[in-house]
């Protein structure tokens, strides 16, 4: 049974705000943040709230702290309830969001009490940061078709590089078919571009064909991970994919 708090269209995107007592077929007492095709883009536990209920936030949370322990500054493109930057009390998080409404909701519905998002296009808000600012560069960013191609692209690659510390990495939360998706393949081998180590995790589903969270991250460093802190997901293997690059109608 849902109980809604909040539905509307808010700048022509779904969105929607519920309670309910089964999320993923686990039973509790959950409060959902929901785009348009039932796509969640975040759920708490209003039972236990600092549990981070994803696997891919607590999986990202795990790559940040075994790969740069001591990191301080991370930019982040995509909100949602503001999961990972609400983790943590002690680190300097900024986030670029595009709709207002979401982070309207993530303070009023989900608790999140930072002062730290700005609204706009998150390239755009990126390419004005200073250059070696941050130990890490986030993406969770999705519209109705995806990741947006402007933050998939090598030019785009080439800007988050830019930005971070030399020792700094990029992640990406995506949603593919793994070693079964070109796309995938194609942001694999783009990223590589620009980065000397990359690696890709997702998790384990019945099917091939499957659409999932995948993680890829992109560094100049060796990456390192506990796999029994990777909340489930598995290394993969990407293949070779062609080279993405910015859209001349960006």
């Given at each position: 049974?849902?109980?809604?708090?909040?539905?509307?269209?808010?700048?022509?995107?779904?969105?929607?705000v519920?309670?309910?007592?089964?999320?993923?077929?686990e039973?509790?007492n959950?409060?959902?943040?929901?785009f348009?095709?039932?796509?969640?883009?975040?759920?708490?536990d209003l039972?236990?709230p600092?549990?981070?209920?994803?696997?891919?936030p607590?999986a990202i949370i795990?790559?940040?702290?075994?790969?740069?322990?001591s990191?301080?500054?991370?930019?982040?493109?995509?909100?949602?309830?503001g999961?990972?930057?609400?983790?943590?009390?002690?680190?300097?998080?900024?986030?670029?969001?595009?709709?207002?409404?979401?982070?309207?909701?993530?303070?009023?519905?989900?608790?999140?009490?930072?002062?730290?998002?700005?609204?706009?296009?998150g390239?755009?808000?990126?390419?004005?940061?200073?250059?070696?600012?941050y130990?890490?560069i986030?993406?969770?960013a999705f519209?109705?078709?995806?990741?947006p191609?402007?933050?998939i692209?090598?030019?785009?690659?080439?800007?988050?590089k830019?930005?971070?510390h030399?020792?700094?990495?990029?992640i990406?939360?995506?949603?593919?078919?793994?070693?079964?998706?070109?796309?995938?393949n194609?942001?694999?081998?783009?990223?590589?571009?620009?980065?000397?180590?990359?690696?890709?995790f997702?998790?384990?589903?019945?099917s091939?064909t499957?659409?999932?969270?995948?993680i890829?991250?992109?560094?100049?460093s060796?990456?390192v991970?506990?796999?029994?802190?990777?909340?489930g997901f598995?290394?993969?293997?990407?293949?070779?994919g062609h080279?993405i690059?910015d859209s001349?109608?960006?």
């Amino acid at each position: 049974m849902e109980q809604y708090l909040f539905k509307e269209d808010s700048n022509n995107q779904e969105l929607q705000v519920y309670d309910t007592t089964k999320l993923y077929g686990e039973s509790g007492n959950f409060r959902v943040m929901q785009f348009a095709n039932a796509a969640i883009q975040g759920a708490m536990d209003l039972n236990d709230p600092k549990r981070i209920l994803f696997e891919y936030p607590r999986a990202i949370i795990h790559l940040m702290e075994c790969n740069t322990p001591s990191f301080g500054d991370v930019f982040m493109i995509g909100h949602g309830i503001g999961s990972i930057a609400g983790h943590y009390v002690d680190k300097r998080f900024k986030i670029a969001e595009l709709n207002d409404k979401v982070v309207e909701l993530s303070k009023q519905h989900f608790g999140y009490n930072h002062d730290n998002v700005i609204i706009g296009d998150g390239r755009q808000i990126l390419e004005h940061e200073e250059s070696d600012a941050y130990d890490y560069i986030i993406i969770d960013a999705f519209n109705e078709k995806g990741t947006p191609l402007h933050l998939i692209s090598k030019d785009f690659f080439q800007v988050t590089k830019e930005k971070l510390h030399p020792y700094g990495s990029i992640i990406m939360n995506l949603m593919g078919k793994g070693n079964n998706d070109r796309l995938m393949n194609a942001i694999h081998t783009t990223l590589n571009e620009e980065y000397d180590f990359v690696q890709s995790f997702q998790l384990p589903s019945e099917s091939a064909t499957d659409v999932k969270n995948i993680i890829i991250i992109g560094s100049s460093s060796p990456i390192v991970y506990q796999a029994q802190h990777m909340a489930g997901f598995i290394r993969i293997e990407l293949g070779q994919g062609h080279i993405i690059r910015d859209s001349k109608h960006r």
